[in-house]
């Protein structure tokens, strides 16, 4: 009989605040279906390329069938996706002539390197030759090969927040695995996922709150409206955006990298939104509740947020300066003095 104290370590429960999945020894899984669908419409919409014979982008994400999941065992991360996916590109000749063609991608895989995907274009049968089909095979291909690293980067950042959990001396011991001969250093992931989310380590986080104002030479109707509209969005961020405009709508813009949803609206008055840079701690959102005052000549915009990572607090008021309030006045004429 072992004396007090001593014994195999793997069957000392430590000590946690939460009493969940002691020394991460437990085999846990999470399901990555949903988040991935979502992350690789999003990665894929939008992409374009050009040369001096014109410009293709793509237009339509039509199939993404498959599955993915994150399995932990023993603080040991083992990744599962398996997609097959189909989009639709769209090209513009500088003579003004437009092509639609199709994309495949029938192993985006844990079992494929980055390098071995088979990435088909053609262009649709009732379309006349063109160059801009070879420029989608090749640096269209190209694009959509990092795209693709860039999911499996986010798969390996951004989803497995939390699935690893501190000890009781606080030291999370990560170590990552696939079922694949694919090694993640030659995974290609996009500059936009560069920064390294920080591990959520389900002990509830210390936060803040805050508020900025700012004035635009414009009405509150028109001011509500920028926020709302998918078009005029994408037109102040200067990138692909997704806005669903309603009480409950989703919203993804900046590259991913701030997401969230409306859960409230009061039209020309009132917008309450669900908020969150991609690197913040898994599913912890801030509340921001944005009021349009009319001002006579101009609107005024009171921003207050709420439940910002305490050291994320700058960085916020930072992004909402330049990204929202800045990016707004200029791409719209709404300029007014700030302060």
Same mark, same amino acid.
């Given at each position: 009989?072992?004396?007090?104290?001593?014994?195999?370590?793997?069957?000392?429960?430590?000590?946690?605040?939460?009493?969940?999945?002691?020394?991460?020894?437990?085999?846990?899984?999470?399901?990555?279906?949903?988040?991935?669908?979502?992350?690789?419409? @999003?990665?894929?919409?939008?992409?374009?390329?050009?040369?001096?014979?014109?410009?293709?982008?793509?237009?339509?994400?039509?199939?993404?069938?498959?599955?993915?999941?994150?399995?932990?065992?023993?603080?040991?991360?083992?990744?599962?996706?398996?997609?097959?996916?189909?989009?639709?590109?769209?090209?513009?000749?500088?003579?003004?002539?437009?092509?639609?063609?199709?994309?495949?991608?029938?192993n985006?895989?844990?079992?494929?390197? =980055?390098?071995?995907?088979?990435?088909?274009?053609?262009?649709?049968?009732?379309?006349?030759?063109?160059?801009?089909?070879?420029?989608?095979?090749?640096?269209?291909?190209?694009?959509?090969r990092?795209?693709?690293g860039?999911?499996?980067?986010?798969?390996?950042?951004?989803?497995?927040?939390?699935?690893?959990?501190?000890?009781?001396?606080?030291?999370?011991?990560?170590?990552?695995?696939?079922q694949?001969?694919?090694?993640?250093?030659?995974?290609r992931?996009?500059?936009?996922?560069?920064?390294?989310?920080?591990?959520?380590?389900?002990?509830?986080i210390?936060?803040?709150? @805050?508020? =900025?104002?700012?004035?635009?030479?414009?009405?509150?109707?028109?001011?509500?409206?920028?926020?709302?509209?998918?078009?005029?969005?994408?037109?102040?961020?200067?990138?692909?955006?997704?806005?669903?405009?309603?009480?409950?709508?989703?919203?993804?813009?900046?590259?991913?990298?701030?997401?969230?949803?409306?859960?409230?609206?009061?039209?020309?008055?009132?917008?309450?939104?669900?908020?969150?840079?991609?690197?913040?701690?898994?599913?912890?959102?801030?509340?921001?509740?944005?009021?349009?005052?009319?001002?006579s000549?101009?609107?005024?915009?009171?921003?207050?947020?709420?439940?910002?990572?305490?050291?994320?607090?700058?960085?916020?008021k930072?992004?909402?300066?330049?990204?929202?309030?800045?990016?707004?006045?200029?791409? @719209?004429?709404?300029?007014a003095?700030?302060?």
């Amino acid at each position: 009989m072992a004396k007090w104290g001593e014994g195999d370590p793997r069957w000392i429960v430590e000590e946690r605040a939460d009493a969940t999945n002691v020394n991460n020894w437990h085999w846990t899984e999470r399901d990555a279906t949903s988040w991935s669908s979502d992350k690789l419409k @999003f990665l894929l919409l939008g992409l374009s390329v050009e040369n001096e014979e014109g410009s293709c982008e793509v237009t339509e994400v039509s199939k993404v069938e498959g599955e993915a999941s994150i399995n932990n065992r023993k603080g040991k991360l083992i990744f599962f996706y398996e997609w097959s996916l189909k989009a639709t590109w769209t090209g513009e000749s500088k003579a003004g002539v437009k092509y639609t063609g199709t994309i495949e991608v029938p192993n985006l895989s844990d079992e494929n390197d =980055m390098e071995d995907l088979d990435i088909s274009v053609s262009l649709n049968k009732d379309e006349p030759e063109t160059p801009l089909s070879n420029l989608m095979k090749t640096k269209g291909a190209e694009k959509i090969r990092e795209a693709l690293g860039s999911y499996v980067g986010f798969l390996k950042t951004e989803f497995t927040q939390g699935m690893i959990l501190p000890t009781a001396n606080g030291v999370a011991k990560v170590q990552s695995t696939s079922q694949s001969k694919a090694t993640q250093d030659r995974t290609r992931v996009s500059s936009s996922s560069s920064t390294t989310a920080p591990v959520n380590t389900g002990v509830k986080i210390p936060t803040c709150k @805050f508020s =900025m104002k700012e004035k635009f030479l414009t009405s509150p109707p028109d001011l509500y409206r920028v926020f709302l509209n998918q078009e005029m969005v994408q037109a102040f961020t200067h990138a692909p955006a997704s806005v669903e405009g309603e009480r409950g709508g989703k919203f993804r813009l900046l590259e991913g990298n701030v997401f969230g949803e409306f859960t409230e609206l009061v039209p020309d008055e009132k917008i309450v939104m669900k908020w969150r840079y991609n690197n913040w701690p898994c599913e912890h959102y801030a509340t921001i509740t944005m009021t349009f005052v009319d001002r006579s000549s101009e609107t005024e915009l009171k921003v207050e947020c709420r439940g910002v990572p305490d050291n994320e607090e700058e960085r916020t008021k930072e992004g909402w300066k330049r990204y929202y309030f800045e990016a707004i006045k200029q791409t @719209f004429g709404y300029g007014a003095r700030l302060y």
